[in-house]
T-cell receptor, first 110, second 114 residues
Framework: RKEVEQDPGPFNVPEGATVAFNCTYS??????FFWYRQDCRKEPKLLMS???SGNEDGRFTAQLNRASQYISLLIRDSKLSDSATYLC???????????FGQGTELSVKP | NAGVTQTPKFQVLKTGQSMTLQCAQD?????MYWYRQDPGMGLRLIYY???????DKGEVPNGYNVSRLNKREFSLRLESAAPSQTSVYFC?????????????FGNGTRLTVT
């Protein structure tokens, strides 16, 4: 089983739609969680951190479910500019290294 | 504010050739990293440097060496390139360990080994 797993998609949605991605992680001792965004042929950039209480940044909401070992990202009112690959990132206690999921591709259509 | 700068952007090597990928950051970050990204594999850590003067292996260190030249610079060397090292390489830095603070990535180096 991969340490961090994501549905690779692609998710094809119309503008204005709400879309949700899930990411599961295998190590229950994982401490920190992030969502990164990567545009085609570009470097990943931090979208948001994921806190235990859940957090929101404009149209984006991230949630953590420790009991089921998954994090989620909800995008409301999708824009064309949201088209990208969304990477789930988890840190493990030992060594402090970040583990990246393979990414979920989102394509928002007019 | 340049952030993380990688060179070169593109490189084609023949099997057995060597090269060094350069990375520099101007954010006074302590930690620096080298990742490779392959289709369907996500980003995998090659080496990292938690602070100046230290380096450690990541998930896929075989075939690579690194040097943390000073706080700003972290280079990745391929001594004898192999086709399996064809990939996109990203350098990144973070203020503290990557488990507490976000990573800032360079633009990437697209390497092809024939």
């Amino acid at each position: 089983r991969k340490e961090v797993e994501q549905d690779p998609g692609p998710f094809n949605v119309p503008e204005g739609a709400t879309v949700a991605f899930n990411c599961t992680y295998s190590n229950s001792a994982s401490q920190s969680f992030f969502w990164y965004r990567q545009d085609c042929r570009k470097e990943p950039k931090l979208l948001m951190s994921v806190y235990s209480s859940g957090n929101e940044d404009g149209r984006f909401t991230a949630q953590l479910n420790r009991a089921s070992q998954y994090i989620s990202l909800l995008i409301r009112d999708s824009k064309l500019s949201d088209s990208a690959t969304y990477l789930c990132v988890v840190s493990l206690i030992r060594g402090g290294k970040l583990i990246f999921g393979q990414g979920t591709e989102l394509s928002v259509k007019p | 504010n340049a952030g993380v700068t990688q060179t070169p952007k593109f490189q084609v090597l023949k099997t057995g050739q060597s090269m060094t990928l350069q990375c520099a950051q101007d954010m006074n970050h302590n930690s620096m990293y080298w990742y490779r990204q392959d289709p369907g594999m996500g980003l995998r850590l090659i080496y990292y440097s938690a602070s100046e003067g230290t380096t450690d292996k990541g998930e896929v260190p075989n075939g690579y060496n690194v040097s943390r030249l000073n706080k700003r610079e972290f280079s990745l060397r391929l001594e004898s390139a192999a086709p399996s090292q064809t990939s996109v390489y990203f350098c990144a830095s973070s203020e503290v360990g990557g488990w507490d603070s976000p990573l800032h990535f360079g633009n990437g180096t697209r390497l092809t080994v024939t």
